[in-house]
């Protein structure tokens, strides 16, 4: 990924209409990405800083998971990516 500002999609996810996730499943949600990094460090593909980051802030925020996908989708304005999400992609902000 690019370098961005976490405070910054921050601000953007607060003021989104959203179910947050309860304490627990914020927890367990947590684990899950727990392994899912150290799944990609095995692999050989860390996440840099910036994208523990962004992954700890979608979490500190409950942030569902598939939420949080479209959310990574729009910041690398993906074709897939969910064009309403008042989210700006990091091409966009350079």
């Given at each position: ?37 150290a ?13 523990h ?42």
């Amino acid at each position: 990924m690019a370098d961005f500002d976490v405070e910054a999609i921050r601000a953007q996810i607060r003021q989104m209409d959203f179910v947050r996730g309860t304490p627990e499943e914020a927890d367990m949600w947590r684990e899950d990405d727990a392994d899912s990094r150290a799944n990609l460090a095995i692999e050989g593909m860390a996440l840099e800083t910036d994208e523990h980051a962004l992954f700890d802030m979608l979490r500190d925020e409950a942030v569902p998971p598939p939420l949080a996908t479209q959310i990574l989708l729009r910041l690398l304005d993906h074709p897939d990516a969910d064009r309403s999400l008042p989210i700006t992609p990091i091409a966009a902000v350079r």
